[in-house]
T-cell receptor, first 113, second 112 residues
């Protein structure tokens, strides 16, 4: 299967940490991604992790991958109002010319003052 | 560097009309994709292409056709629009199937 699931909504206070979760079903995924979509815009890549890694940190972003449970998370430290957006996880499945990106449903992050 | 450009940005169609959405990329990417975005359903892949002259079906291909006659362009056609095709359409391109995808700004299509 190619289902990628996320919770639809998350609200956090400015300065707190946000954790956005994602589960996927295809164990052959080689790369897993987090994209950010701001209102009225397309998606932009935030970060990604290779499937043989457990963790990747990039400034305020920490990605955790539990391959056994097929669970991916994105932690945003010191969340700011500018982080308000929809966050999509995505997996690259297949391989070579058959590979394609499959996206989750997206999690809307609301940052309150 | 324009990246990925979609035209038009907005369109209203009557049921049964046809139209073509154009996606152009200037990054010499091999892969191009068309997605639709609907509330609560994320992005669903309609069709994609792994190179000039090739196309493949995605998750929701029915009612759409595509063509990739030139490497830089990927066209999405609706032959007979239906209200169920009301959506925001995104085009994306990438160097390979496992590299970062770059997205256009989207086309908001309403079928009445």
């Amino acid at each position: 299967g190619e289902d990628v699931e996320q919770s639809l909504f998350l609200s956090v206070r400015e300065g707190d940490s946000s954790v956005i979760n994602c589960t996927y079903t295809d164990s052959s995924s080689t790369y897993l991604y987090w994209y950010k979509q701001e209102p009225g815009a397309g998606l932009q890549l935030l970060t990604y992790i290779f499937s043989n890694m457990d963790m990747k940190q990039d400034q305020r972003l920490t990605v955790l991958l539990n391959k056994k449970d097929k669970h991916l998370s994105l932690r945003i430290a010191d969340t700011q109002t500018g982080d308000s957006a929809i966050y999509f996880c995505a997996e690259s499945i297949g391989g070579g010319t058959a590979s394609k990106l499959t996206f989750g449903t997206g999690t809307r992050l609301q940052v309150t003052l | 560097n324009a990246g990925v450009t979609q035209t038009p940005k907005f369109r209203v169609l009557k049921t049964g009309q046809s139209m073509t959405l154009l996606c152009a990329q200037d990054m010499n990417h091999e892969y191009m994709y068309w997605y639709r975005q609907d509330p609560g359903m994320g992005l669903r892949l309609i069709h994609y292409s792994v190179g000039e002259g090739t196309t493949a079906k995605g998750e929701v291909p029915d009612g759409y056709n595509v063509s990739r006659l030139k490497k830089q362009n990927f066209l999405l056609g609706l032959e007979s629009a239906a209200p169920s095709q009301t959506s925001v359409y995104f085009c994306a391109s990438s160097y390979s199937g496992e590299s970062e995808a770059f997205f256009g700004q989207g086309t908001r299509l309403t079928v009445v």
